[in-house]
C-alpha cells in the first residue's frame, strides 16, 4: 500500500535561519508531488508540484523553494525564513490527472 | 474561470441533523469533484468524490449531488454526529490539469 511521510511534525525557528521540510512516498512510482501551505483557520494555498525527478512548477512567488533530488522524494527548502513563512505545510501525492490526493499529516512550523 | 466558490464559511447543525455544504464551478472541463475532510493539525483526507456522469453518490451518511447544468455540487451528512466535526473541502480538476483547484472550506460544527 502507498503511504507518504512527512517531516517533522513540528517545528520552531527564528527568522533567518534556512529550512527544509522532507517528504517521501512509498509503493507507487511517478507521483505528481505537491507543497500546500495553510494558515490558520484558512485554506490550501498550492505552492510548488512537481510532476518527475527535478521537474518543479512554483505556483506562489516567495522566498521557498522547492527540489525533488529522487523520484519519491520531496524537499521544500528556505535560505532565510520571514515570519509570514509560519503556517501548516502539507505535502500531497496523486497518482495522475483526475484523481485523489493523499496529503501526509503535515509540519506546524513556527517562525520566532 | 478557475475558481471553485465554496459555501457556508461555517455551519453548525444539531446532533442527527443534515449538513449541507455548496460548491460551484465555472470552467466546464473540469472531471472530477472529490470532497475532503479536515481535522484540526491533521492533513486533509479524501471523504468521497464524484465524477459529472452521475448526478448522485453515497457512501455511508456522506452524499455528493451534482447538478451539471448549474455547474453545482454539494455534499450531504446524513444524521449528522460530534465526531463529523471537520473542515471540509471541495474540489475539482480537468482533464490535462493535474491540480486541483479548492474551495475555501467549510467549518462544520456539530452541536451535541
Known amino acids: 500500500s502507498q503511504t507518504i511521510h512527512q517531516w517533522p511534525a513540528t517545528l520552531v525557528q527564528p527568522v533567518g535561519s534556512p529550512l527544509s521540510l522532507e517528504c517521501t512516498v512509498e509503493?507507487?512510482?511517478?507521483?505528481?508531488l505537491y507543497w500546500y501551505r495553510q494558515a490558520a483557520g484558512r485554506g490550501l494555498q498550492l505552492l510548488f508540484y512537481s510532476v518527475g525527478i527535478g521537474q518543479i512548477s512554483s505556483e506562489v512567488p516567495q522566498n521557498l523553494s522547492a527540489s525533488r533530488p529522487q523520484d519519491r522524494q520531496f524537499i521544500l527548502s528556505s535560505k532565510k525564513l520571514l515570519l509570514s513563512d509560519s503556517g501548516f505545510y502539507l505535502c500531497a501525492w496523486s497518482v495522475r490527472q483526475g484523481s485523489g490526493y493523499t496529503f501526509g499529516s503535515g509540519t506546524r512550523l513556527t517562525v520566532v | 474561470q478557475q475558481q471553485v466558490k465554496q459555501s457556508p464559511q461555517s455551519l453548525i447543525v444539531q446532533k442527527g441533523g443534515i449538513s449541507i455544504i455548496n460548491c460551484a464551478y465555472e470552467?466546464?472541463?473540469?472531471?472530477?469533484f472529490p470532497w475532503y475532510q479536515q481535522f484540526p493539525g491533521k492533513g486533509p483526507a479524501l471523504l468521497i468524490a464524484?465524477?459529472?456522469d452521475v448526478s448522485e453518490k453515497k457512501e455511508g451518511r456522506f452524499t455528493i449531488s451534482f447538478n451539471k447544468s448549474a455547474k453545482q455540487f454539494s455534499l450531504h451528512i446524513m444524521d449528522s454526529q460530534p465526531g463529523d466535526s471537520a473542515t471540509y473541502f471541495c474540489a475539482a480538476s480537468g482533464r490535462g490539469n493535474y491540480q486541483l483547484i479548492w474551495g475555501a472550506g467549510t467549518k462544520l460544527i456539530i452541536k451535541p
Open positions: 464524484i465524477r459529472p
Open positions: 470552467n466546464t472541463a473540469f472531471d472530477y
Open positions: 509503493g507507487t512510482s511517478n507521483p505528481n
